[in-house]
Nanobody, 121 residues
Framework: VQLQASGGGLVQAGGSLRLSCAAS????????MGWFRQAPMMEREFVAA????????LYTDSVKGRFTISRDNAKNMVYLQMNSLKNEDTAIYYC???????????????WGQGTQVTVSS
């Protein structure tokens, strides 16, 4: 396993989900980890990132105060806690790793397969 995201599902608006991403140690250790999402007919967009070993975090404006990114370096895991979900959060969510602390998808070189999050009204 290199990067494997899980935890997606169907949730009502206002609800919560916790996404998990399992990583191989050689991919995870020492790197920035990020979450991205892609809705139908839309480009992939940055959601959140966390530095190594986890002191700094970065969020896109639309999820600030609702989503929290975290990492467990002993388990090679990164998480995305999503609260107060909205319809517009519906997308496939991807975890990825980068050597830099940036939002651009082009700076991430390893990607997981994605997990679907669907928020219903």
């Amino acid at each position: 396993v290199q990067l494997q995201a899980s935890g997606g599902g169907l949730v009502q608006a206002g609800g919560s989900l916790r996404l998990s991403c399992a990583a191989s140690r050689q991919i995870f250790s020492g790197y920035v980890m990020g979450w991205f999402r892609q809705a139908p007919m839309m480009e992939r967009e940055f959601v959140a990132a966390i530095s190594w070993p986890g002191v700094r975090t970065l969020y896109t404006d639309s999820v600030k105060g609702r989503f929290t990114i975290s990492r467990d370096n002993a388990k090679n895991m990164v998480y995305l806690q999503m609260n107060s979900l909205k319809n517009e959060d519906t997308a496939i969510y991807y975890c990825a790793r980068s050597a830099t602390f940036l939002e651009s998808p082009a700076t991430y070189d390893f990607w997981g397969q994605g997990t679907q999050v669907t928020v219903s009204s």
